[in-house]
């Protein structure tokens, strides 16, 4: 397919209208499903901080009941009241480290817990405990940039209760985790505090039940039930709950339940998810950007993209195969004509060269004949008078070969306005002067330029006029003749004018008789009725024809009708009386005109017998065929071809003979037939249409509903009903008729 | 054709089913396995690639043998073993515990070896084991206690005797102090005691305060009481997490030291240490940070002596405030001058199990780690130790001289480093000989952990060296039970009387015979018959 045709633009207009299409609907889906997930996503956010904020209370819970549990502990209400510690506290002091509850028994959100005393400035855990705060500070536990005293001191600063410190770092040993430190005062409930239990939870924990899902940008952040910051990150790391703000919206009725808005920070789409715990106060914070929710839409997008530009690449390649391979037959039968037409090229020469040998050696018998020989091969068939010459080619020695020496003759002499020139045999040619041309002086002048130009010697021959093309052949004759005559007069150019008068001759050659002859046999009456009074003409309208010749020419044409008889297939007696009547009748007449005439009148007659016994012989070959196609329609196989091998006869001659004898083609004869067969059958409507289908030599329903439409104009079904319809009518007029 | 085609398959197949004996190397040579095998082997990592470890990487060279592990971190170890073994699926091939946190006892190796999950190594180490046969000949007692009930050896040990921890109790006394103060190493407990008050009033460390915490100590290695201090008056091995807790013998029987008179006069002693106002009274409850804190505070250091396996357990070692400190010899008391054996422990480190399908190859190549370097010249094997010559250890140069004044043999290039990820940081059954260890580049200039180590055990402790301990066995694992639960108890209450006693919250003379009452109800006398009994089978 040309990428400028018209085929293609409408192609290529088509498959982006479908491509539109199918991307209007994807973007569609993509709204539609983008819209889901982000329901979905926020769904699932809200769930899962939901479910964070859950373990959260629920580790409170365990924080505060230990807390609750340690601050009864009796080793530990004892040991608050102590401020200067004497030697069998220290002994309380390992009691009470060995009977510290363990905390690591369920989950990693403790890391540690010490109780911290006011009034010795001890401190004991399960881990630990010693009355020299500051020592085991730096050693064992300490938070980043806070020394000992700072750190007891924020401690000291107030009453406790259950509140919590924002996460730092904390080195103990060789690492260093972030921690948030909760702190309740024992005993609780009082203004005043002896002691403080302060656990130490991993903010990891923090992290990693809200962190998972906030990727870039988004963050999460715990707030204790006065609003401080207690724990807050993002995708990266956990940032510094000090410094760490965030755009304060209408947290009105957010609740255990999470509450989810969108919200814009700093120019990206966020849905910040918050919850607050009934049981403690605290809220959590979770900030996803949109673009994050929606990573999974979009690579479903994209991957659904890839999907549709791959279909459609195939499908373009695909159709462009299929076109191609489709187009292939017609392009073949293209192919094959144009190799057919080169071919008919290539034969033209040929055919050319067949037709110009018929006229010029053996000439047609009708003129019609002559002209549709031409018309085939392309030949302009001289139209009006004019002369036919012969000429032959001497070449000298060691010069041309014979057939280029003929060939450069023929070429001078149609540059000289000689036309249908055909070279004949190896040395000679023949061609037509026209009447405009004197023949004699072209001749003399091809002669010359022949001998001049290529060194060939010629001699022509100038034939007589002819009339039209029926009388090239004699003229050729005749030219021969002038040539035989020149050559043996040695002359160059000779006409028939030159020959020697023949005046002791009367015109009927040879070839008129035997196309008398055929025209005879051919029952020609009119064509032969011509060609005798031409005869007549050119022998009696003049005198130079003897009338002892005259007898003779009138005792020929009788030979004709001898000749008649004698090829005839009549029975021998009958032809004897028939040429016994014709001798008395010719030999009655006393002139040589008589005679001729009667002769004539003969072979016209001739004529008519010829043609009536044709006649009845096409008759009879017509009622054959006739009742055979009859008997046979319902052969689906019933073709022409069938019937003319039936007969004997060419399929072409049949095709021609039907049409003449019966009017019309032989395949509408036998549809008309059939159809007629198939409504008599519709009549009787006994038979389903299948079947009738079948019965009258149709194999393919199709066929037959096109031709019963085109026979009747309706289809056989509406026939049929038609005739069902008037059968019922019928049916119950003569139902009806008894009771009348 | 088809016949002889079927047959041949099935002679490769028979073949490749049986390679282990088709290609292992006669005992001693290498590559053990011509044709490469693999092997899954089970140990502990700090979450170090093992498959990268230049160690892991020389072996496979040299042996032939490429090993698949399998790792836990050092918490979930324990517990991740003890499934394995009890499901006894899924093993793999070879088990090395490391001895740094032992996640196997004796006696459960004892008991999976009885049920048939590690397989006995006895008649491997006849066939194969060169350096097995070799090391338990040169670490006497270490077959013993790789031995178990049943008589058969399921482990090859590490066979590394750490000179300085077969005398562990020690006492490190601030001698920059002393020698300000103008005070002689005292001899004797009374004189510690003059030299304890005179630290505490008269302010060696020069800040002009009172702060100075004349003697300390701590829980574990060998920090407490009962340990250098006691031996004055009670013959004490100590407490280390070990079997043998205070039991030792005495002409061939178990005997528990805090039930003899010995130790109560010890108590008095620690008792006046308390009245005197010399002893931290935190030293029950002291952790190692504590320690460090204290030597290392800011205002100067604030500790006088303190007792450990090594100075590193109570001043940092990079700071200079540990070269301050010197051994005391043990002090002349009533049960004369003593410093406690301990026995070396061979720890297990190489187990095969049951479903190792080539039990020579793992042991060959347990037995080739188990090389001694000193008895190849080339000395090749230290890599078994430290890694690759090169990156974990390189030969001494002319004229170095080693830990002991010998000419040195190495460097150790990995131990002051950890974390390299270039040896097995002794994973593998390895010996390490103090004869080699000894041989160790050692600038004599300068101050080192390990020289001081070497020189106060050497010259210091060892002319005293009284050995009475118990050897290290396996018990039976009914026993095993039995005793474990015993020595929980025990050895709480003991540590809290030691406390009490000292502080005055129990009386010593009135609260002694209770005392000797609540051990005898918490099962004493099962612990001294059972350990007898066993120590008796061990002895056989």
């Known amino acids: ?740 | 054709m088809m016949k002889r085609a079927l047959a041949a398959a099935v002679a490769a197949l028979a073949l490749s089913a049986l390679p282990a004996f088709a290609q292992v190397s006669p005992a001693g040579q290498y590559p053990i396995v011509k044709d490469k095998i693999t092997l899954k082997v089970f140990t502990i990592t700090n979450g170090e690639d093992l498959n990268a470890n230049l160690q892991t990487q020389w072996l496979e060279k040299k042996t032939g043998i490429h090993i698949e592990w399998v790792t836990s971190g050092q918490n979930e170890a324990k517990d991740k073993l003890a499934i394995m073994l009890a499901s006894g699926s899924d093993l793999p091939d070879i088990i090395m515990p490391t001895n740094t946190a032992p996640i196997i006892s004796d006696d459960q190796i004892a008991n999976y070896g009885e049920q048939g999950i590690f397989i006995p190594l006895d008649s491997l180490i006849e066939k194969y084991g060169v350096n097995a046969k070799k090391g338990f000949k040169d670490f006497p007692g270490s077959k013993g206690q790789v031995t178990s009930p049943d008589g058969h050896i399921y482990a090859l040990p590490t066979l590394a005797d750490v000179y300085h921890t077969t005398l562990p109790q020690k006492f490190w006394i601030n001698k920059v102090w002393l020698d300000k103060l103008g005070l002689k190493m005292p001899e004797t407990p009374d004189e510690l005691l003059k030299v304890l008050v005179a630290f505490r009033d008269r302010d060696p460390n020069g800040n002009g305060k009172k702060d100075e915490i004349p003697l300390t100590g701590r829980v574990n290695m060998y920090s407490s009481l009962d340990n250098y201090l006691m031996n004055a008056f009670q013959y004490s091995p100590g407490i280390n997490g070990d079997d043998f807790s205070w039991l030792y013998l005495e002409n061939g029987k178990v005997t528990f030291a805090p039930t003899q008179a010995g130790w109560r006069e010890g108590l008095r002693y620690f008792k006046r240490l308390n009245d005197a106002g010399v002893l931290d009274k935190e030293i029950f409850i002291n952790q190692k940070a504590q320690l460090l804190a204290l030597t290392g505070d800011p205002n100067g250091n604030r500790v006088g002596c303190f007792m450990n396996l090594h100075i590193g357990g109570g001043v940092d070692l990079s700071s200079p405030r540990a070269q301050e400190y010197v051994a005391l010899p043990p002090l002349k008391g009533p049960a004369g001058r003593v410093s406690a054996d301990h026995p070396i422990k061979y720890y297990p480190r190489f187990l095969i199990t049951k479903n190792c399908k080539y039990p020579e190859i793992a042991f060959r190549l347990g037995d080739a780690i188990m090389t001694n370097p000193l008895s190849d010249p080339s000395l090749e094997w230290i890599t078994a130790v430290f890694g690759p010559e090169g990156q974990g250890w390189t030969r001494a140069k002319q004229g170095q001289v080693g830990l002991d004044g010998q000419p040195a043999l190495f460097r150790d290039l990995v131990s002051d480093v950890p974390n390299q990820n270039i040896s097995w940081g002794q994973r593998g059954p390895c010996v390490y000989p103090d004869a080699l260890r000894n041989r160790q580049v050692a600038d004599p200039t300068k101050w080192t952990n390990e020289k001081s180590l070497y020189d106060s055990t050497k010259n210091v402790y060892e002319k005293y060296r009284v050995s009475k301990t118990i050897p290290y066995m396996i018990y039976k694992s009914e026993d095993a039970e039995q005793l474990a639960e015993i020595r929980v108890n025990v050895q709480n209450y003991v540590n809290d009387s030691i406390a009490k006693f000292t502080l005055g919250a129990l009386d010593i003379d009135k609260d002694w015979a209770k005392y000797l009452k609540t051990l005898d109800d918490m099962g004493v006398k099962t612990l001294v018959a059972l350990t007898q009994k066993t120590y008796d089978r061990y002895n056989k």
């Open chain 1, 1 to 740: 397919m040309d990428v400028g045709s018209t085929y293609f633009r409408k192609f290529i207009a088509s498959y982006l209208a479908i491509l539109a299409g199918a991307l209007v609907l994807g973007n569609i889906a993509f709204w539609r499903a983008s819209d889901l997930v982000e329901r979905r996503a926020i769904a699932q956010a809200r769930a899962s901080i939901s479910q964070a904020m859950r373990l959260f209370d629920a580790r409170f819970a365990e924080v505060e009941g230990m807390a609750l549990q340690v601050s009864r502990m009796p080793g530990v209400v004892s040991f608050m009241e102590n401020r200067e510690l004497a030697d069998s506290d220290y002994v309380k002091l390992l009691e009470l480290q060995r009977s510290m509850p363990p905390f690591q028994l369920t989950n990693k959100f403790v890391a540690n817990y010490y109780v911290y005393f006011r009034n010795s400035r001890a401190i004991a855990s399960p881990s630990f405990a010693s009355a020299r705060f500051d020592a085991l500070y730096g050693a064992a536990f300490r938070f980043e940039g806070i020394d000992s005293r700072a750190w007891e001191s924020s401690i000291e600063g107030r009453v406790w209760r259950g509140d919590a410190l924002p996460a730092r770092p904390m080195s103990s040993d060789a690492s260093t985790t972030r921690i948030v430190a909760w702190i309740r005062s024992i005993p609780s409930g009082y203004r005043t505090s002896k002691a403080e239990t302060v656990f130490l939870l991993n903010d990891g924990e923090f992290r990693a039940a809200l962190g998972p899902g906030i990727d870039e940008g988004g963050w999460y952040c715990v707030q204790d039930r006065s609003g401080s910051i207690i724990s807050a990150g993002n995708s990266r790391g956990p940032l510094d709950p000090g410094t760490f703000s965030f755009m304060k919206i209408d947290d009105a009725g957010v609740s255990s339940s999470p509450l989810s808005r969108e919200v814009v920070e700093s120019g990206r789409k966020m849905f910040r998810i918050t919850a607050r715990s009934d049981y403690n106060g605290w809220s959590y914070r979770v900030s996803i950007p949109r673009s994050v929710v929606l990573a999974d839409v979009d690579s479903a997008r994209l991957f659904a993209s890839i999907i549709v530009a791959i279909t459609f690449l195939l499908g373009l390649a695909l159709s462009a195969y299929l076109a191609r391979r489709n187009a292939r037959p017609v392009m073949r039968l293209a192919a094959s004509v144009d190799y057919l037409t080169e071919e008919a090229e290539r034969q033209a020469p040929l055919v050319a060269a067949a037709f110009l040998d018929r006229l010029y050696r053996s000439g047609f018998p009708r003129l019609a004949d002559a002209e549709s020989g031409a018309d085939d091969a392309r030949v302009a068939l001289p139209s009006s008078q004019g002369r036919v010459a012969t000429v032959r080619v001497f070449p000298s020695e060691g010069g041309r070969p014979p057939e280029a020496a003929r060939a450069a003759v023929l070429e001078l002499a149609s540059g000289l306005g000689a036309t249908a020139l055909h070279p004949i045999g190896v040395d000679k040619a023949a061609f037509v002067i026209p009447e405009s041309l004197d023949p004699c002086a072209l001749a003399a002048c091809l002669v010359d330029a022949c001998a001049n130009s290529y060194g060939v010697e010629t001699i022509v021959g100038v034939g007589g006029r002819f009339e039209d093309a029926l009388g090239i052949k004699s003229a050729c004759d005749a030219a021969w003749e002038a040539l035989e005559f020149a050559i043996l007069s040695g002359a160059s150019v000779a006409s028939t004018s030159d020959l020697p008068s023949c005046a002791s001759g009367y015109r009927f050659s040879l070839d008129d008789e035997s196309r008398l002859t055929t025209l005879i046999s051919m029952g020609d009456r009119d064509e032969a009725g011509r060609l005798i009074g031409e005869i007549r003409a050119a022998n009696f309208s003049s005198s130079d024809v003897p009338p002892a010749l005259l007898g003779e020419l009138a005792a020929e044409l009788s030979g004709c009708v001898h000749k008649f008889w004698f090829r005839a297939s009549a029975d021998a007696a009958s032809r004897d009386r028939a040429i016994d009547a014709f001798r008395q009748r010719f030999e009655s007449s006393e002139s040589a005109r008589g005679r001729f005439d009667t002769a004539a009148c003969e072979l016209l007659s001739l004529c008519d017998l010829v043609a009536s016994t044709k006649r009845s012989h096409n008759e009879g070959l017509r009622d054959g065929i006739s009742a055979y196609v009859s008997k046979n329609f319902a052969d689906p196989l019933l073709c022409l071809a069938k019937v003319a091998d039936e007969f004997g006869l060419s399929e072409g001659y049949l095709s021609r003979f039907y049409k003449e004898q019966v009017g019309i083609s032989f395949s509408d004869d036998l549809e008309r037939i059939r159809m007629g067969a198939a409504l008599e059958l519709l009549e009787e409507g006994r038979l389903p249409i299948e079947h009738i289908v079948e019965n009258v030599g149709y194999t393919n329903s199709n066929t037959f509903y096109k031709a019963f439409k085109r026979c009747f104009g309706v289809s056989p079904r509406a026939y049929a009903d038609s005739r069902e319809a008037r059968t019922t009518d019928k049916d119950k007029a003569s139902a009806a008729r008894p009771e009348e």
